[in-house]
């Protein structure tokens, strides 16, 4: 079981920043990746950005690539999203994910942070 706290999120005007950080606590932590999806109402959740947790490879969106930024803290079992030149498309609430592969593969949310851009 693993357990995921969110923090990070809040109103920022459209062009500003945010950081957002999930920290991961589990008996035993070892992901395949962690990432970030967004959900806005009425709308399905939608990928963001994710990294793998040995490599470090990441792949974003289309629609954040160049703007925002994931990295991961392997000693805290920690991953952040830097969010710069936010536009107010951007706002949602934030959902971490974590997806290990143990076995059959098993995702793991957060319970959201709200993300508001203001125009």
């Known amino acids: 079981q693993v357990q995921l706290v969110e923090s990070g999120g809040g109103l920022v005007q459209a062009g500003g920043s945010l950081r957002l950080s999930c920290a991961a606590s589990?008996?035993?932590?070892?992901?395949?990746?962690m990432g970030w999806f967004r959900q806005t109402p009425g709308k399905e959740r939608e990928f963001v950005a994710t990294?793998?947790?040995?490599?470090?490879?990441?792949v974003y969106a289309d629609s954040v690539k160049g703007r925002f930024t994931i990295s991961r803290d392997r000693a805290k079992n920690t991953v952040i999203l830097q969010m710069n030149s936010l536009k107010p498309e951007d706002t949602a609430v934030y959902y971490c994910?974590?997806?290990?592969?143990?076995?059959?593969?098993?995702?793991?949310w957060g319970q959201g942070t709200q993300v508001t851009v203001s125009s």
């Open positions: 589990a008996r035993t932590f070892s992901p395949y990746t």
């Open positions: 990294i793998t947790w040995s490599g470090g490879n990441t």
């Open positions: 994910n974590v997806q290990v592969r143990t076995g059959a593969p098993e995702d793991y």
